[in-house]
């Protein structure tokens, strides 16, 4: 493995922390990367990753973390993904998509019953948006809840869930005001997955992520206690979104994993394959795509970095989180797909874990935002910049 760790842009802590994980993931993870691929992960697995701490980096001590921040989520997010990316996608539906929603809207007695076990590793989340007709218009969404006495009964389906079958919780948006503007009228809640009504209908065969489990979810009847409902009624859009920027900027981490690995196997190997009586990273034709890789690697880190800094500064990272994640998920797929190129027929089997980066790196140019939908956001970003309002 290549020593990234002098860079200027890590402190030394980070640099200790990343060395650290490094020798977790060759330890816990590589000797079964490919067996894993078959799916689904061993839920001890993620017990030990949360064992570890680091399911907890940018959760409060409070509740089993270590309160180290975002900078400290995307290396987590590379380093498991440069071993296995369905695992670290279970990983992070579990801690960030479902748990920062948590951490920034729950109550104290939320954080501690449905938080703090997922931090740890006991317990596993995920979270209810994506619908059979909502995608990206996540204001379009048809599951409701409706008030019974002091509950909420919810009624709809959700599809595409990272860990839908798996989990313990679920973080659910709903509209619970169908007489205003949907944006108005969406509400969180936690659900408890052995509740009455929920259902799994099935997992959905992926071409890649094979480790991970998404599903397709049914909510028939649901009641969620009062003490359930995350945040306040009505502001299930504002979670919805608060969480995006987060999940965008380690979904870059991550991405950054899943062409970092291939890009390795690609330099070494064009240094072994020998063709016309030397290695073919004497020709340019090779050695210029290695330089490509190189450059998009060290760029989609920087962009990435940007975006975690800031965001755990505080600052609004609406603009860079889509940058950084449409920059590292496009080059993930144009470097794993150069480096299998690279390797020729050998690169297209299974003696290679080229073609599970490959697979695994094409979902992330739609899940958590698609290409298209951050290409918007970026632009209209751009235009509020040059002409506040």
Same mark, same amino acid.
């Given at each position: ?185 969406? #509400? =969180?809640?936690?659900?408890?997955? +052995?509740? @009455?009504?929920?259902? %799994?209908?099935? &997992?959905?065969? !992926?071409?890649?992520?094979? #480790? =991970?489990?998404?599903?397709?979810? +049914?909510? @028939?009847?649901?009641? %969620?206690?009062? &003490?359930?409902? !995350? ?159």
């Amino acid at each position: 493995m290549v020593d990234y760790l002098s860079n200027v842009l890590w402190t030394e802590d980070e640099i200790k922390f990343r060395k650290e994980l490094q020798a977790f993931c060759n330890k816990e993870i590589a000797p079964i990367a490919d067996e894993i691929d078959k799916g689904p992960y061993p839920r001890e697995l993620l017990r030990k990753i949360g064992k570890a701490g680091y399911m907890g980096v940018h959760h409060d001590k409070s509740v089993g973390g270590t309160n180290r921040g975002l900078s400290y989520e995307i290396i987590v997010a590379e380093e498991i993904s440069a071993v296995n990316g369905g695992l670290d996608m279970a990983r992070m539906a579990s801690t960030t998509l479902y748990g920062m929603p948590i951490a920034r809207f729950g109550t104290d007695e939320q954080k501690k019953k449905y938080l703090e076990p997922v931090v740890i590793g006991d317990k596993i989340g995920c979270i209810g948006i994506t619908e059979p007709d909502v995608g990206s218009d996540t204001a379009g969404m048809k599951t409701q809840a409706t008030k019974d006495g002091d509950d909420w009964i919810l009624n709809g389906e959700k599809r595409y869930i990272t860990n839908g079958s798996q989990a313990d919780y679920m973080c659910a948006f709903a509209i619970t005001d169908p007489n205003v503007k949907s944006k108005d009228g969406m #509400s =969180a809640f936690i659900v408890d997955t +052995k509740t @009455d009504g929920f259902s %799994v209908v099935q &997992d959905h065969d !992926l071409l890649g992520m094979k #480790s =991970a489990r998404v599903s397709w979810l +049914k909510l @028939d009847n649901v009641r %969620v206690p009062s &003490d359930m409902v !995350l945040g306040d009624l009505g502001k299930g859009f504002h979670i919805l979104m608060d969480e995006l920027d987060s999940e965008r900027t380690a979904i870059a981490g991550e991405a950054i994993g899943y062409g970092r690995t291939p890009y390795e196997i690609a330099v070494k190997y064009s240094t072994e394959r020998h063709q016309f009586g030397r290695p073919i990273s004497a020709f340019e034709g090779v050695s210029f795509k290695i330089a490509d890789m190189a450059m998009k690697l060290e760029a989609g880190r920087a962009l990435t970095l940007t975006a975690a800094r800031m965001y755990d500064k505080g600052q609004k990272i609406t603009k860079e989180a889509s940058i950084a994640k449409l920059y590292t998920t496009e080059a993930a797929i144009q470097i794993t797909n150069d480096a299998l190129q690279i390797l020729g027929g050998a690169g297209y089997t299974t003696d290679y874990p080229i073609e599970r980066f490959l697979r695994d790196a094409r979902l992330m140019t739609i899940g958590g935002g698609t290409a298209e939908i951050l290409r918007f956001l970026i632009q209209r970003e751009v235009y509020k910049e040059f002409f506040p309002r």
